[in-house]
């Protein structure tokens, strides 16, 4: 089974804070993806990246960065929080060895900055 | 960015009762994921198909594509409580390009 974990449930950060949210994947996929989701617009990308040290920004780059130094931990990092980035964070990966490229998530990190 | 739209976006409904919920879109996909996402959950992967006019069944859950691979169906048959949550299409048109319709929120009632 592939299996994808986060490394926390909820959070609760300040307005201004750097907030560090991981995720690692145990199938050696080579895609991962770091997702917002909200209601009424659903899933939205923030970054990917397809192999170690490499990035592409997704639909909503604005106020993120992300960091891949091993090829299983994705990191999505918050410079300075604020409360519009209040949100449910969702990380996924998947194989590029095959179509069609399903991607696995993890259970979430409820994010709330105050 | 292509638009996936599901209908219904609420649907509350009798244990044992028969449901479909849509997935349109004007693009063409390459394949189209299903999943379902409970609350305080990540989305679990249901199906993915493939060929334009597939049909896969899982249990009481039936998922077609549309033979012009832009639209898909699910229907629940019997629907039970345990069916209960919020279910995505997802087309998808690359190795890193998977859009997310805005979802289909279901309650089955005992």
């Known amino acids: 089974d592939v299996k994808v974990t986060q490394s926390s449930r909820y959070l609760v950060k300040r307005t201004g804070e750097k907030v560090f949210l991981e995720c690692v994947q145990d199938m050696d996929h080579e895609n991962m993806f770091w997702y917002r989701q909200d209601p009424g617009l659903g899933l939205r990308l923030i970054y990917f990246?397809?192999?170690?040290?490499?990035?592409e920004k997704g639909d909503i780059p604005e106020g993120y960065s992300v960091s891949r130094e091993k090829k299983e931990r994705f990191s999505l990092i918050l410079e300075s929080a604020s409360t519009n980035q209040t949100s449910m964070y969702l990380c996924?990966?998947?194989?590029?060895?095959?179509?069609?490229?399903?991607?696995?998530f993890g259970p979430g990190t409820r994010l709330t900055v105050t | 960015t292509q638009l996936l739209e599901q209908s219904p976006q609420f649907l509350s409904i009798q244990e044992g009762e028969n449901l479909t919920v849509y997935c349109n879109s004007s693009?063409?996909?390459?394949?189209l994921q299903w999943y379902r996402q409970e609350p305080g959950e990540g989305p679990v992967l249901l199906v993915t198909?493939?060929?334009?006019?597939e049909v896969k069944k899982l249990k009481r859950l039936t998922f077609q594509f549309g033979d012009a691979r832009k639209d898909s169906s699910l229907h629940i048959t019997a629907a039970q409580p345990g069916d209960t949550g919020l279910y995505l299409c997802?087309?998808?048109?690359?190795?890193?390009?998977?859009?997310f319709g805005t979802g289909t929120r279901l309650t089955v009632i005992p």
């Open positions: 996924a990966s998947s194989s590029l060895g095959r179509a069609p490229y399903e991607q696995y």
């Open positions: 198909v493939v060929t334009g006019g």
């Open positions: 990246s397809y192999d170690v040290k490499m990035k």
């Open positions: 693009s063409v996909f390459s394949s």
């Open positions: 997802a087309g998808q048109t690359g190795a890193n390009n998977l859009f």
